[in-house]
């Protein structure tokens, strides 16, 4: 196992079809229409891509913190978190990093608290530098790297649309009061940029209706970002699911225990057009349970509430990270709260692994301190590592008075794809289910131990190896790789190409993370 792989903590056994003889039997494949998989990466979130396994479990793995923390707290900053972005900038050449920062009631009249969007940035996501920006004003100075004060947190992304170079960031907000910058209306609203420092007003963004009024009220939460799979911009507005437990709410003019869960839009517009909110997670048993490991009354009612997801896709996947927000005793979260990955495969049903467990690993030096909000971007590619940058607090919705919160922000680690693996401890294997892809190159994400290998045959429509792609044909795949090129002696992988094809993979003490085509 490399040593950059986080620790394994949870495995869960994905269920299999013994085949007499053999790992499958050919003739017994059930024709259906290809999965298109293209040229991008396939991961083994769970069955989708299988039609056959053997002798084979799958292995959900934890990010696993980088010992240098990203962003601690400086004197204009209180509790900082990353409900925010953090990207590379191909035009600059630079890694950007976009996060709110909370701080105690000022005051003044109507406004709760303010919130801050700072700015960070890095020529190799190791060392962050705050910029004196010198826009807002704190305590008498503009030292600092405030972009905008009062405003929620921000959605910053490069806009693949944008035919103007001063449009090319697009930030979308909301304002906690109201802002020359917006015309002094307070609203939700979408800004744009081209140096990613100064942001002129684009509109105001369009509420969304939703599918089912009972989870509907637009609320001052909410993510948008490009989608790069489905080439749309995509929406997560916050909905609220009704249960037995919850804040109880008049909803047409009935009470209802609702909590905060996930929901999604679509549009191919930027501030309208949005398609209505649609629920599509919502915490359930297994979340009550852990929050009511944080209870110190028993006679209170507890439960867990899903607070926001960032989402991106990932290969030919969905991925998402789950802000859990504990109500402990019927109160607020004190030091509650959790990270959780979601995945789907269509962008539409999402699930989540069937054993729950925090998608970083705590770190040693603060366990007091929880992992709480994630990046709202897909993970920054760092050659054989992939790293997501994520914020550590001491509770998810921060402690009143907020001079009692607590946060820094810093990244995760995984093998790159290493989000899951189908591990084999002996010998076993599996087939796919067609797929139809684009290149003329098959690349293996893999680690074996001594002893191990893993070979690679191509099956046509009929489940026969194609000739010369067969496993006999196959140079054995041995080592430590996040991308190595499958080799067959006489075999072109390119006579298959756009064809319905199948894979099978044959097993021995090894790892299995990811495949992909690539030209």
């Not at 916050?238 to 008049?250: M, P």
């Not at 067609?434 to 098959?442: A, Q, V």
């Amino acid at each position: 196992m490399s040593p950059t792989t986080p620790k394994i903590r949870m495995k869960s056994t994905i269920k299999y079809l013994l085949l007499a003889g053999s790992m499958v039997a050919q003739s017994r494949l059930v024709a259906i229409d290809p999965i298109p998989v293209g040229a991008n990466t396939c991961l083994f979130l769970d069955d989708h891509f299988i039609a056959e396994q053997a002798g084979v479990q799958q292995t959900w793995h934890q990010g696993k913190p980088r010992a240098e923390t990203a962003i601690e707290e400086s004197p204009w900053e209180n509790w900082p978190i990353m409900e925010g972005n953090c990207f590379y900038d191909p035009e600059r050449k630079i890694y950007r990093m976009y996060y709110q920062t909370t701080l105690s009631p000022t005051g003044e009249k109507g406004i709760a608290f303010r919130a801050d969007l700072c700015y960070a940035e890095s020529k190799d996501a190791r060392t962050w530098v705050k910029p004196k920006l010198g826009l807002v004003d704190f305590n008498g100075s503009k030292d600092n790297n405030i972009v905008i004060s009062y405003a929620g947190p921000p959605c910053v992304f490069i806009d693949p649309l944008a035919t103007d170079p001063a449009g090319r960031l697009k930030l979308c907000t909301y304002f906690l009061k109201a802002q020359p910058i917006s015309n002094n209306q307070t609203e939700h609203i979408c800004l744009q940029s081209e140096d990613g420092i100064h942001w002129t007003y684009v509109g105001a963004i369009q509420k969304p209706g939703f599918e089912n009024p009972d989870e509907g009220r637009f609320n001052d939460l909410f993510i948008i970002m490009w989608d790069a799979l489905r080439q749309c911009y995509l929406g997560n507005f916050r909905t609220f699911s009704t249960h037995a437990i919850g804040e109880i709410e008049s909803v047409d003019g009935a009470k209802k225990n609702r909590r905060r869960a996930i929901g999604i839009t679509t549009s191919d517009q930027l501030t309208q057009g949005w398609t209505p909110v649609r629920n599509i997670l919502k915490p359930d048993d297994l979340d009550d349970q852990r929050s009511a490991k944080l209870s110190k009354d028993p006679n209170k009612p507890e439960w867990a509430e899903m607070y926001v997801m960032p989402m991106f896709a990932y290969g030919n996947h969905y991925l998402g990270f789950v802000t859990f927000y504990d109500v402990v005793d019927s109160r607020d979260n004190n030091g509650g709260g959790d990270l959780q990955l979601a995945y789907s495969n269509d962008g539409q049903k999402w699930r989540r692994p069937p054993e729950r467990m925090t998608a970083m690993e705590h770190t040693k030096d603060r366990p007091e301190l929880v992992p709480t909000f994630a990046q709202h971007d897909p993970p920054l590619d760092m050659g054989n590592e992939i790293w997501v940058f994520y914020s550590e607090n001491n509770g998810t919705h921060g402690i009143f008075p907020f001079e009692k919160s607590d946060g820094r922000i810093r990244a995760a680690v995984w093998r790159k794809d290493g989000f899951v693996s189908v591990d084999c401890a002996d010998k076993g294997g599996l087939t796919t289910k067609p797929l139809r892809f684009k290149g003329k190159e098959l690349r293996v994400n893999f680690n074996t131990q001594e002893g191990g290998y893993v070979r690679v045959a191509i099956l046509d429509e009929q489940g026969q190896p194609v000739q010369g792609l067969n496993l006999a044909e196959c140079e054995p795949l041995k080592g430590d790789d996040v991308a190595r090129p499958v080799r067959w002696m006489r075999g072109d992988l390119a006579s298959v190409q756009g064809k319905s094809i199948r894979l099978r993979f044959e097993l021995a003490k090894c790892q299995l993370w990811s495949f992909r085509f690539a030209e």
